[in-house]
């Protein structure tokens, strides 16, 4: 087998391991992120328990949102029910077959697990919970924009990430950049029909960010391939998966001396061969 051929076969197990969700350089900065998010879910959660009225920040904001906005009853109507839970659950269905259809085994577990996991966290505890109320329906945090900024956060980090598909970084950042421009539309439309406060919105927005990244931390860890194990002086070198060493790698292991590339057919001469943790290279 040539020399090329050869290498890229011991590579092969190497590349078939499970890819991450996030480079290891912005884990600490998601990590952050997520807490910080979290945060400001707990401490608006606080200040709103148990109320049926807006805020300082609310009266604020609203009150220009809905001056701005109201005219156009239609369009907001038709924004909203992007967030509604039919088009979501649609979107998140289509996202993990393509992570499938791609071999983004990961990247479909983030979308199957993180997407359900907002809106369900949302719904069936953090409503009941805080008990904010407008108009008689419980509003904290707003449910469209949990599922909007979860889908936005998982396209984010599929396109974002390590095992990111091979395209431009232009097209990437514009598609990652739609997809937080939709989650926030449906936020403003919200506010605009008057169907949440502003804080529910915010809360919502970071429900939705602080799961996917929390989710996207936990697979990295439990994807993360075990340490190999080091091989003591004086024994053999573990051989490359699906390969077993020859007599005459175990001899020359044994001996101190460094096994050869088997692409020379002319015996195993040791002094042109060096080991590389578990694969055998050839310096000829």
């Given amino acids: ?4 051929r050869w290498m890229e076969a011991m590579d092969r197990p190497q590349q078939s391991a499970a ?11 998601a990590a952050v992120l997520a807490a910080v998010c979290a945060a400001v879910t707990v401490f608006l959660g606080a200040q709103y328990t148990h109320q049926g009225r807006a805020g300082w920040l609310d009266r604020a904001i609203d009150r220009r949102v809905r ?7 239609g369009l907001l109507n038709f924004v909203t029910g992007i967030g509604d839970p039919v088009p979501v659950t649609v979107m998140t269905v289509a996202l993990v077959v393509a992570c499938l259809a791609t071999h983004r085994w990961h990247g479909a ?5 993180a997407v359900p996991l907002a809106s369900a966290l949302t719904e069936f505890l953090l409503k009941p919970l805080v008990d904010r109320t407008m108009q008689g329906a419980l509003s904290f945090p707003s449910g469209h924009t949990t599922g909007m900024f979860a889908l936005a956060g998982v396209c984010t980090v599929l396109l974002a990430g390590p095992s990111r598909p091979r395209t431009r970084v232009g097209w990437r950042v514009l598609l990652g950049l739609a997809a937080y421009l939709a989650a926030t539309a449906v936020a403003v ?9 502003f804080t529910d919105t915010v809360a919502g927005a970071a429900v939705g960010t602080s799961v996917v990244l929390l989710t996207a931390l936990i ?15 004086g024994q053999p070198a573990p051989a490359p998966a699906g390969r077993k060493l020859a007599p005459a790698e175990f001899s020359a292991a044994g001996a101190g001396l460094r096994p050869a590339c088997p692409a020379h057919r002319g015996g195993w001469p040791a002094r042109i061969g060096r080991v590389t943790g578990s694969r055998i290279r050839c310096s000829r």
Avoid: E, T
Avoid at 1 to 4: C, G, L, T
Avoid at 67 to 73: D, E, P, R, Y
Avoid at 109 to 113: D, R, S, T
Avoid at 189 to 197: E, K, N, P, Q
């Fill in 109 to 113: 577990l983030l979308v199957a697990v």
């Fill in 67 to 73: 001056a701005g906005l109201g005219w156009h009853a």
């Fill in 189 to 197: 439309a919200m506010v605009g029909l008057g169907a949440h406060y």
């Fill in 19 to 29: 890819r991450p969700l996030l480079a290891p350089a912005i884990r600490p900065a």
């Fill in 219 to 233: 697979l990295d860890r439990l994807g993360r391939p075990a340490p190999r194990p080091q091989s003591p002086a």
């Fill in 1 to 4: 087998m040539p020399r090329k």
